[in-house]
């Protein structure tokens, strides 16, 4: 079967650096993507990795290993605002979204 | 502004009746998905549409019907509701195929519940 794992909960300091990771099986493997979303809204879209390492955008990174079956999610310099739950999923052989359960991150002041 | 409109944001139904969940694109893309949001269980896809005229069943599409007569527009029905189908229900579309990332794109949802 397919399956991507991440952690269910994290905890972070305002200010500080966390890494979200994200480990995946599935039935071929088009591109990563990693979305935010806020209690209550919709999920918004922050990166996407189909190639091997690290893609950098302002305060967010994502990084990439396809022979781990690995990802993970850095985001430095942690506001408040960065308190959501943030959702990784991969892009099977058929072009499936396949959707993890999403990692809520709890900022403290 | 360009985006996905949903509409009702949210619906009290009593079990058994038929209910319309109402999605609209204007950003031209060719596919088009419904999901559904429980807590602890993330999305999970319903039912899809690559491109206009065309269906397909996701991993939870029993009690769901959905049509696709043109680019915009993908309502999702449920023809008789029942309690297990209380949820948080997004659409979303995205510009799939040679030379996209097949990036999806999300309204901001309808809150529906079936008593």
């Known amino acids: 079967g397919q399956n991507i794992d991440q952690p269910t909960e994290m905890t972070a300091t305002e200010g500080a650096i966390v890494q979200i990771n994200c480990t995946y099986q599935t039935s071929g493997f088009n591109g990563l993507f990693w979305y935010q979303q806020h209690a209550g809204e919709a999920p918004t879209f922050l990166s996407y990795n189909v190639l091997d390492g690290l893609e950098e955008k302002g305060r967010f990174s994502s990084f990439l290993s396809r022979s781990k079956g690995y990802s993970y999610l850095l985001l430095k310099e942690l506001q408040m605002k960065d308190s959501a739950s943030y959702l990784c999923a991969v892009l099977d052989s058929n072009y499936q979204l396949i959707w993890g359960a999403g990692t809520k991150l709890i900022i403290k002041p | 502004i360009a985006g996905i409109t949903q509409a009702p944001t949210s619906q009290i139904l009593a079990a058994g009746r038929r209910m319309t969940l109402r999605c609209t694109q204007d950003?031209?893309?060719?596919?088009m998905y419904w999901y559904r949001q429980d807590l602890g269980l993330g999305l999970r896809l319903i039912h899809y549409?690559?491109?206009?005229?065309?269906?397909g069943k996701g991993e939870v599409p029993d009690g769901y019907s959905v049509s696709r007569a043109n680019t915009d527009d993908f309502p999702l029905t449920l023809a008789s509701a029942v309690p297990s189908q209380t949820s948080v229900y997004f659409c979303a579309s995205s510009d799939s195929g040679a030379a996209t990332t097949d990036t999806q794109y999300f309204g901001p949802g309808t809150r529906l519940t079936v008593l």
């Open positions: 549409s690559n491109t206009a005229g065309t269906t």
């Open positions: 950003m031209r893309h060719n596919a």
